[in-house]
């Protein structure tokens, strides 16, 4: 079985001859301890089962990390690649109607995703990223605006939801034209201690949004991973009614415990992660993260529809030879039939 194969085993809830590898982003500051000269997506082919690209985007540089990104908005990396958002083009009704979004349909959007089909197509699991929702409708006005226009403009969040869903459903759907297997989409939803919006909430704003782009993804012959970091116990059984195929990354230190989760939804949807890419990966002792991986596989893989993965991303902080021992030991102790 190759990771192609074994990465789509297991979301389909049956078991591989292994348990599949995967991991959404890592730094370049560790990838350059790893794997010095290799590319993200070259070191994720070498020794993951799925290799994760995004779209290619425009930025404006500003100096000292500051960046305007392609919504206009501005942002500073803060040592993480994304950028943290702190200056927004939206202020109001009024800004709204005049802005103009960026087109998900230009050439150079897809490019390293058509690079990564050339060369691993059938044979690694070809995961694309989008935000899908939430986070750039919120990342236009900013957090605590949207989060209060919730409640005193609902209509003007509709619509900001409207333009960000639009912008990822048509990049998705081109993803998976150009040969993407899995659509993983990225927006957050809870914090450790809860959701950040309300149930009820979640489900009059971003529910139908997130039904119409599951449904279309399984349309066209794809997967559909939902990631949301965070203590999502209130929503999951929202989340399983989307029938999206997998969910990740199940923080433990979120409180979401993976044998709780094996056995309330195991049966039903795939696990992907647990790992803690906080303490464990970033201070802890080689012999620690060894115990952690071969504990957390005896809980996830029996009966299949588990992968593994950090609880987050690899970032800058987590020590590249903890996270090595992470998937060395995966590799080990993640074959099925063998004791």
């Not at 297991?10 to 995967?22: S, Y």
């Not at 702190?86 to 058509?114: A, C, G, M, S, V």
């Not at 971003?206 to 012959?221: A, C, K, N, Q």
């Not at 997998?246 to 094996?262: C, F, H, Q, Y």
Request: aromatic letters at 10%.
């Amino acid at each position: 079985m190759n990771s192609y194969d074994r990465v789509l085993t297991a979301l389909e809830l049956n078991t591989p001859d292994r348990v599949p590898i995967v991991e959404w982003m890592i730094h370049p500051a560790v990838l350059a301890r790893l794997q010095p000269g290799a590319s993200e997506k070259e070191f994720m082919a070498a020794h993951l089962d799925a290799v994760t690209v995004s779209q290619c985007i425009n930025e404006v540089n500003c100096g000292n990390g500051v960046f305007i990104d392609e919504w206009g908005i501005k942002r500073n990396r803060l040592g993480q690649d994304y950028g943290f958002a702190f200056e927004f083009p939206i202020r109001n009704e009024e800004d709204l109607r005049k802005y103009l979004p960026p087109k998900p349909h230009e050439e150079y959007r897809l490019r390293t995703l058509q690079e990564t089909v050339r060369h691993y197509k059938g044979e690694k699991a070809i995961v694309f990223g989008i935000e899908s929702v939430f986070t750039t409708a919120w990342a236009l006005v900013g957090f605590e605006s949207f989060l209060m226009s919730v409640r005193t403009d609902p209509e003007f969040v509709k619509k900001l939801l409207d333009l960000s869903f639009t912008y990822h459903f048509e990049l998705a759907k081109a993803a998976i034209q150009a040969g993407a297997d899995i659509i993983m989409c990225g927006d957050d939803l809870a914090y450790n201690q809860g959701l950040i919006l309300s149930l009820r909430d979640f489900r009059e704003f971003l529910f139908p949004y997130y039904r119409t782009i599951v449904d279309e993804v399984h349309s066209r012959g794809a997967y559909f991973v939902k990631h949301t970091d965070g203590r999502i116990w209130e929503i999951m059984d929202s989340l399983l009614e989307l029938h999206i195929d997998g969910i990740n990354p199940l923080e433990p230190t979120a409180g979401m415990s993976l044998a709780d989760v094996k056995r309330e939804y195991g049966s039903r949807i795939c696990l992907i992660g647990n790992i803690d890419c906080g303490d464990l990966l970033c201070r802890k002792p080689i012999k620690c993260v060894e115990s952690v991986v071969k504990e957390t596989i005896q809980i996830g893989a029996p009966g299949g529809g588990y992968i593994i993965s950090s609880s987050n991303v690899i970032h800058a902080a987590v020590r590249p030879e903890n996270y090595w021992t992470m998937v060395q030991t995966a590799k080990m102790y993640g074959r099925y039939k063998i004791s």
